[in-house]
């Protein structure tokens, strides 16, 4: 005769075999209340658990086009959005934001989506400053004026200061300046294999990839449009306003915490994910 299991045992000393009965017959009535209340009973469930395997065999099928689309998706916010509107991503934006975003560039808002990123760097204005000052000392002076004469309106005078130490980050960053995209194009896969195990880092610097009207010549820029050679070279007059300087703001805020994930994972650091509240 087979000897009880140890869980046998311990239910022996505790129950005779009228209490187990009963109490097994009530775990039974439980189950059946359940399966009755929720799938109409037995047949109930056993559709459910059909319909839940086709569901579950066509997700498989349709993976494939899934990512596809989730990559397009990626593509279009952290690609687009830079290229086509000089709008640069900060690893604090909630997830909602990016969302909203990614709708509004898809819905081709524009001034929704410039909108939308000024009153989000209005606010962020103070902590950018704070964080790239405190990371990069030797840039402390130049970062703090700038930031000092946006807040006094003089946006004619704080951009080009701050296009210019978004060169220099990116110099620091991946050997080259932003705005010499024949130099830096080819130095984009070492970047690539430097951030390769952290998928927000490879989709926020997707960023880099497109030359965009920001870093374009002058002779491909439409009217309004905001681009560093047309500012430098006297060609564009009328770019000092609040927007473009808290659009260059987002790249020289973008170029710091790009360096900082880079030397994060190269040190072998854990880095946080994007947030999800608000």
């Not at 187990?20 to 459910?48: C, H, K, S, W």
């Not at 807040?151 to 080009?160: D, E, K, T, V, Y």
């Not at 449009?225 to 770019?239: K, P, S, V």
Request: proline letters at 4%.
């Amino acid at each position: 005769m087979k000897e009880p299991s140890n869980l046998g045992k311990v239910v022996s000393q505790h129950f005779n075999q009228r209490e187990l009965e009963a109490m097994l017959n009530r775990i039974q009535t439980g189950v059946n209340d359940f399966v009755e209340r929720t799938f109409g009973g037995p047949e109930g469930l056993t559709n459910f658990l059909s319909r839940l395997h086709i569901d579950l065999v066509t997700l498989a099928a349709r993976l494939p086009e899934i990512e596809a689309a989730a990559e397009a998706a990626e593509e279009s916010v952290f690609e687009a959005i830079p290229e086509q509107h000089g709008w640069f991503f900060d690893s604090e934006m909630t997830a909602p934001i990016v969302m909203k975003a990614a709708e509004l560039q898809a819905s081709n808002d524009t001034v929704g989506l410039n909108d939308l990123f000024v009153g989000y760097y209005r606010e962020r204005l103070d902590a950018i400053e704070q964080t790239v000052v405190n990371r990069h000392p030797d840039r402390a002076e130049l970062i703090a004026a700038a930031c000092g004469v946006h807040r006094s309106g003089q946006f004619a005078l704080s951009i080009p200061v701050l296009l210019a130490q978004a060169d220099g980050l990116s110099r620091d960053l991946i050997g080259a300046e932003y705005f010499t995209f024949r130099k830096t194009e080819p130095l984009l896969p070492a970047l690539w294999e430097a951030v390769k195990d952290d998928w927000l880092s490879l989709a926020v610097l997707r960023g880099l990839s497109r030359q965009g009207r920001l870093r374009s010549t002058s002779e491909r820029m439409r009217p309004g449009e905001f681009n560093r050679h047309a500012i430098l070279h006297g060609i564009d007059r009328q770019y000092g306003n609040e927007q473009n300087s808290l659009k260059a703001i987002s790249l020289v805020n973008f170029m710091c915490q790009a360096l900082d994930r880079k030397h994060a994972l190269l040190s072998g650091k854990r880095l946080p994910g994007p947030a999800v509240d608000k």
